[in-house]
């Protein structure tokens, strides 16, 4: 009887512990929208009153910059554990997603 006790405790804190990690990262996507929000909400005032191009699509580079890294190191977090396929996979599709942003950039 106090087996089965201690290992309905186990798998109770097991489920707590994971519901903490989702939790967070839950936490981290909001206040990385609401950073990037801000910062697209700045980029289309300061372009509403006809600042320089330029320093609008920095704000905007800025604020994709940081979704992707943030989304990254989450997609990171999950391939690690996986085989290697799944490693390569990830790399493959972070190389295409940065050839994307700065190919344009350069042509």
Do not use: D
């Not at 609401?34 to 980029?43: D, P, Q, S």
């Not at 940081?66 to 599709?93: D, E, G, Q, T």
């Not at 972070?94 to 042509?107: F, H, K, Q, T, W």
């Amino acid at each position: 009887m106090a087996t089965k006790k201690s290992s309905s405790s186990k798998s109770s804190s097991s489920s707590s512990s994971s519901k903490k990690t989702v939790w967070s990262l839950n936490k981290i996507s909001f206040w990385t929208i609401v950073a990037v929000t801000i910062l697209y909400l700045v980029a289309l005032v300061l372009s509403a009153c006809g600042i320089n191009a330029t320093v609008v699509g920095a704000l905007q580079g800025v604020a994709t910059a940081i979704m992707i890294v943030i989304v990254s190191v989450l997609a990171w977090r999950f391939v690690r554990s996986k085989p290697v396929v799944w490693k390569v996979l990830y790399i493959v599709c972070l190389l295409v997603v940065l050839a994307g942003i700065v190919v344009p950039l350069v042509l």
